[in-house]
């Protein structure tokens, strides 16, 4: 009776044939295989950012608050698609609308209608802030929203580089029309 329980025999058995030793090796090789897998599939999820479908709607009507077409919008789309960091595709607000409640793109960013008229108002009277307007779904995938909102960080400094350059040069052109009326002023005096 006692031989049943002891140790020794125990083991003879579970070698005895080979479905135990599959077994056994399947047992001690599955949890290190989820492991590693699931490992690699979160080991470095903010070097994907190129990978993850974005859909970028550009509302803007390129309007600036002097009247005159500037298209700051237009700009602000091209340097996104060109610098290639991100996997922007412009399409129209309806499609970008269905395309993230279906799953097709993690998130969206829009330029509102005003974009350029406010990039534009701080050189006028009534400065304005430049908004952009970027919409995620936490329902497709909870990881890919966080991702995305750090490639919202990715498109703000594009697009500050893009605008600010363009500002910057504004305030340089003013301050040189600022000199000679100066200079013209001083001569007058």
Excluded: C, H
Excluded at 34 to 58: E, Q, R, S
Excluded at 121 to 146: H, M, Q, R
Aim: glycine residues 10%; proline residues 4%.
């Amino acid at each position: 009776m006692l031989a049943a329980f002891s140790l020794g025999s125990d083991i003879t058995r579970y070698f005895r044939g080979t479905m135990p030793r599959v077994a056994l090796v399947t047992i001690i090789l599955m949890p290190l295989l989820y492991g590693a897998m699931y490992l690699w599939a979160f080991w470095n999820p903010f070097g994907a950012v190129d990978k993850i479908p974005a859909a970028i709607v550009n509302n803007d009507t390129g309007r600036s608050s002097t009247g005159q077409q500037v298209d700051a919008g237009d700009q602000v789309v091209k340097s996104l698609l060109d610098s290639g960091k991100l996997d922007l595709i412009e399409v129209p607000e309806s499609e970008a609308t269905a395309g993230l409640a279906s799953g097709k793109y993690y998130y969206t960013v829009t330029i509102p209608e005003n974009f350029t008229e406010a990039v534009e108002s701080p050189s006028g009277d009534n400065p304005e802030k430049a908004n952009l307007v970027f919409t995620f779904n936490d329902a497709n995938n909870y990881l890919a929203t966080i991702i995305a909102q750090d490639a919202s960080e990715q498109v703000l400094n594009q697009i500050n580089a893009t605008i600010g350059a363009e500002g910057v040069g504004q305030i340089l052109t003013g301050l040189e029309s600022a000199g000679s009326g100066l200079k013209k002023a001083a001569d007058g005096a």
